[in-house]
């Protein structure tokens, strides 16, 4: 095989492009002999696709003589790769036969290497089609909590954002079209997530190598949220849905459309969607226990100020040529959102005002060269915008200016390797003005250099991946006022006579400049040991550089409702000041073990991982409490009639510091499922993490054990889904965190394709926590204020043409 | 083979890489000067919070004849910067909480703001006051000839005209210096339907604004000029009307507000509004005879004060009478004291406690009028007519004039004079010279930027 590779790669290369073109003709058929339509087969390494007729066939001309590796997915089917030899003049005729998958099968785009929940080394999970559209929720954390590994830290509808494995915040990157989405959410948990999914085509969760192309900071994962904004051919579609639900009275519009003229597609979506605040079983804030119980009266309990109202749009497009695509899409994205929990006191609604304005420039270009097949290139700028707003008045300003350009280039197989490498710069200004301006404006820059490879021994696929980056964090600005903190024993009359004599007083102001080199190594190796199974190992070890907000921070973050203090500080019994330690790298040395069955009635995927993660930066609290007395009523205010109870907002804020430790991550996750009759299906799952202190201790807010079953039955015009999962109660809480009680979510969706015209329409009809549990989430920063909503339906309708 | 060389090259690379860099974090931190205003140690049971303050006097905005803006800092007289401004004709103000200096051009249909770099932030458990170099700021309103800018307690209301050429109406957009600050994109606005020459006077959420009529059953002259007076209520941005007061108001033109009347001025008299269980009254306080065909077109209010300024002047500038509107007693009064015939006022204002009214002449004369009290009455009486200016009248620049500006954070007044291009501070409790800013060219107009002091009550 290498040396046939090698004499081939030796002859072609002399060989005039134009005399290469060959031609594949084949048929596609499923174990029974009946010829499965639609089925995609795509050439790794170019940018050949097609997809098959009524007939099953397909055909494939202009491809080059040598190896070919085919690949042919279809709904419902395993994957299939086909290695194809083709020679000077032959036209090869193909026959083959797709396997049965109950797991869904989806691959990845953008990566030099084709992953899928099935084959590759380290789990992913993808979000498509209909799944996407079912599950599908006005914030990214809610739209994926179904997907095995990952759970959502629900805030309240509004701002919530996925958890991998027990991994959130700057540990998860979140990237729309594989750039950055250049928000302000893994700062805050109240932060919103700028993107859409109503728009988006998929969504995919990636660990392990893969990760490597998105950034170091990815140890937990990566979230990629794909559309086709740039237009990668010109056939005129298009999907639009409309949807209203009940207990938070959304309404939801959204479509896409591409369609092109000659060289040219061009693309446009929108999307709008608004509700109003959600409606709770309970009532929303968790109460005292020596409550009166009033007889309940009335039962429209509804978490306070969390209504939410979005709307954006993006336009692209793209010049499509022989050899490829290159496309620009701007995008507007406007959202709106009240932040339960938020509010100093009971008057005061803050609510947050979201603008992001993007600018993606996509391309692909195949290359005909000896040693590179493919050069992607993805730069993006993005303006992004997010005021706090209090009283009508901006509390707080936060802003990121990013400019992102990533150039990843596939190089042909070179001894059966595939892959390539990416080089990767990234500049993003944060700051934060006002109030609760915790982090001072710092200037992040990002300049990395990433390789991925993969080849096939036999039956064993291996996989690895390097990254190297320089990440500079600069602020010139980083304050250090002296904090007049004090512990809570003390009751009311805590006489300190703060005789602070001749200590110093002065706000300290530092330059601060942090350079990391954070390296990142990951390997693995899939094994089909026997048809039809295989087994996925991977192992990596990813450097951090910790975030801005994490050293830098020096104030109240009202969203967490705490003080927060970088890790660049230090608690100095009961005065904080420069920490004198080494601001250290974070390092995750991770190992992942797969076991899957990929073909078959019966299917199934097995995970188990071991994370350990040295440095981890995580927020204790110091015990000490600062006043933090917000005066909202402005100086000339003579109107207002407040005088009745002077209020004096003296909300004490608990100071919590970054420091670092050792913590241990592991849990597992399993899927099993069973395809029980061509129309019915039956899915179970669950998923655990046990999040750690080496030293003893759990990390807060750790996702509880979970499992759940999904029927699903699935005809020509009728689908009809059934999920039950149950939250167990989380016990392994970190100090001064409560307990959660578990709790049981059943959710029902039917959906019924309409018989009209030529564009697929279906209406349908979702239920939501369907018994009308109390459902508190431990993940939450607000679960004791804002429960998940009560007993909803939907009724929407949606179409394709 | 070149392939297993280019690969060891790459593999070396990386390695190198490895070697130099592999884990490496660095953090270099320097230690710049503390800020010794923004002292922390604030002592929750003594509430002497004076240590975030900024002892100043504040700056000063200087418009040039030749379109540009100079910063000046109060204190030592030094000039901070100077920008130059995008229009010709644009006009200065200061924003709502002194913070920005606004220049409008109202033939532009632009507003834009210069920030003094001095500002004030309420922390909650203590006043913070910030100190920065001035800037441009990127910040701009625009709408269709912006005309009056009225504020009053932390909103500055623009009136925008509109253009019956292009058929543009009317808007009124209200920003305060945080929306400056936060570049706030959608600002609280009024729209009307039809151009007017009209007057607004913001109020917490509310704004009192002229309406326009038909001109079929509008009772003023000019038709441009509104005769009714509506209230505006705040909903999502957008001000709706939401009563229409019964007085009507011809030739409606200028208005004012304390804390609890707004007064506006028309053909037959002014207009009074004020609130009453929700709902705003109003009645008219009829011309009296010393107006004769003139009407009170302009006039000055103060939150503190109790009267009104009204100022009634001949289209010809010619004489101006000055008239005391007391809105409470229902009744309007000259001043005993007017303007000499030779001397027509230029600038007119409060002082910043609100007991003293300036009036500043064309001869280089600052009238300075303080109120006094007779038996529950105000009265208005001269103090001094204090001749700020030794130069010959006669060469004043062509299209210059005397101007000056009120401190807000004492009891000083800045009188400009272009003869001899300098600025002169006028201590108002001992009416004399305290300082002077040598310009060296001649100012159009100036305006008190800085952190306002809070008025005692």
Known sequence: ?801 | MTSTRKLSLLAATIGALLLTGCGDAETTIIEKESIEVDDSTEDDHDHSDDEYLIDSLGRLAVLTANSSTAIYDLDDGSELDTFSLTYASSTLTSSADYRYAVIASRSDDYVGFIDSGMWREDHGEHLHDYEQGPAMSDYEITGSRPTHIVKHDGQMAIFFDGDADSSTPASVQVVSDTDISGETSVLPTLNYTVNMHGAVEPKDDYLLSTVRRDDAESTSVAKILPDQVALYHLHDDEYEQEQVLDVLCPDLHGGAQNETYAVFGCSDGVLIAHEHDDEYEAEKIVNIDVLDSLRIGTIYGHEESDTFIGIAAGHDAGESILIKIAPEDSEMEALEWQPETDASPVAYGFSYEGDMFLVLDSQGYLNILSAHDHDGETHWELEQSFDISDEDIANMPDGMNFSMTVAQNGNYVYVSDPIAEHVLQIDLETIEVVSDIELGFAAASISWLGVAEEHDH
């Open chain 1, 1 to 801: 095989m290498y040396k046939i590779s090698r004499i081939v790669a030796l002859v072609s290369a002399l060989i005039p492009a134009s005399l290469m073109a060959q031609s594949i003709e084949g048929v596609v058929k499923n174990s029974e002999g009946n010829a499965v339509k639609g089925a995609l087969i795509t050439v790794e390494g170019t940018s050949a696709k097609t997809l098959t007729n009524s007939d099953g066939r397909f055909v494939f001309n202009d491809l080059k003589a040598g190896l070919n590796e085919l690949h042919i997915s279809a709904s419902g089917f395993a994957h299939l790769y086909q290695d194809i030899v083709l020679t000077e003049d032959g036209v090869e005729a193909l026959a083959l036969t797709l396997i049965r998958s109950p797991i869904e099968v989806i691959d990845i785009v953008g990566t030099p290497i084709h992953m899928s929940v099935m084959e590759s080394a380290s789990p992913v999970s993808v979000l498509s089609g209909e799944t996407l559209r079912r599950q599908q929720a006005s914030t990214l954390g809610d739209t994926l909590e179904k997907l095995p590994g990952v759970q959502s830290n629900f805030h309240g509808n509004v701002a919530s954002t996925p958890i991998i494995r027990g991994l959130s915040g700057p540990r998860v990157l979140i990237a729309q079209n594989g750039l950055d989405v250049s928000d302000v959410s893994r700062v805050g948990p109240d932060h919103s997530v700028a993107t859409e999914a109503s728009t988006s085509q998929q969504i995919e969760v990636l660990r392990g190598p893969a990760t490597l192309f998105y950034g170091s900071g990815a140890i937990g994962g990566v979230v990629n949220v794909v559309d086709g904004r740039v237009p990668t051919d010109n056939t005129t579609r298009g999907e639009w849905l409309l949807e209203t639900n009940s207990a938070d009275e959304k309404k939801l519009a959204s479509f896409n459309v591409t369609t092109g003229y000659e060289s040219f597609g061009f693309y446009a979506d929108g999307f709008w969607h608004e509700s109003e605040d959600y409606e709770v079983p309970v009532e929303a804030e968790v109460e005292e226990e020596e409550h009166d119980h009033e007889e309940e009266e009335s039962h429209d309990y509804v978490v306070e100020n969390s209504s939410e109202k979005s709307n954006g749009f993006t336009l692209g497009a793209s010049y499509l040529f022989d050899a490829g695509y290159v496309g620009v899409a701007v995008e507007q994205f406007n959202r709106e959102y009240g932040i339960p929990g938020h509010s100093h006191d009971g008057d005061v609604n803050v609510y947050a005002d979201l603008e992001q304005t993007r600018i993606q420039l996509l391309s692909e270009i195949n290359i005909q060269s000896e040693w590179i097949n493919q050069v992607n290139v993805r730069g993006a700028y993005t303006d992004y915008e997010h005021s706090e707003i209090e009283n009508d008045a901006v509390g707080t300003l936060f802003e990121n200016d990013t400019h992102e350009i990533k150039v990843d280039v596939l190089h042909n197989p070179l001894s059966d390797w595939n892959g390539g490498f990416s080089l990767h710069f990234k500049n993003s200004d944060i700051s934060a003005v006002g109030e609760e301006a915790f982090t001072p404006p710092s200037k992040s820059e990002t300049i990395a250099l990433a390789l991925m490879e993969e080849k096939h021994f036999g039956d064993v696929l291996l996989q690895f991946g390097a990254r190297i980056e320089r990440v500079t964090i600069d602020a010139d600005d980083v304050l250090l006022p002296v904090l007049e903190a004090h512990e809570h024993e003390e009751e009311e009359e805590d006489e300190h006579d703060h005789d602070h004599g001749d200590e110093e007083t002065a706000t300290r102001v530092f330059d601060v400049a942090h350079k990391f080199t954070p390296v990142s190594l990951s390997a693995g190796l899939v094994w089909d040991f026997t048809p039809g199974y295989n087994i996925g190992l991977s192992v990596s070890r990813s450097e951090r550089a910790p975030s801005a907000a994490e050293l830098l921070s020096f104030g109240a973050h009202i969203g967490t409702n705490s003080y927060e203090v970088g890790a660049l500080f230090a608690l100095d019994g009961e005065e904080i000041g420069l920490s004198g330690e080494t601001i250290d790298l974070e390092t995750a040395n991770n190992i992942d073990l797969t076991l899957r069955k990929t073909q078959g009635d019966v299917a199934f995927v097995f995970n188990a991982f071991y994370n350990q993660v040295d440095n981890y930066y995580y927020q204790t609290n110091t015990g000490l409490f600062v006043e933090s007395s917000h005066d909202h009523d402005d100086e000339h205010d003579h109107d207002h009639d407040h005088d009745a109870e002077e209020e004096e907002h003296t909300d004490e804020l608990p100071v919590y510091i970054f420091e670092t430790d050792d913590v241990v991550l592991n849990g597992f996750e399993v899927q099993v499922a069973w395809q029980a009759t061509d129309t019915i299906k039956a899915t179970v799952f669950s998923d655990f993490v046990r999040a750690r202190l080496k030293d003893g201790g759990n990390l807060p807010r750790t996702s509880p054990l979970r499992f759940g079953t999904q029927f699903a039955y699935v005809d020509d015009s009728l689908t009809a889904h059934l999920d039950v999962t149950r939250y167990q109660s989380q016990d392994h809480v970190a100090t001064d965190e409560t307990s959660t009680a578990g709790y049981t979510m059943v959710d029902a969706s039917v959906s019924y394709d309409l018989p009209v015209s030529n564009q697929d329409i279906m209406v349908y009809l979702k239920g939501t926590n369907l018994t009308d549990t109390e459902a508190r989430v431990h993940t939450s920063f607000i679960k004791d204020i804002a429960p998940r909503p009560g007993r909803s339906f939907a009724v929407g309708i949606r179409g394709n043409f």
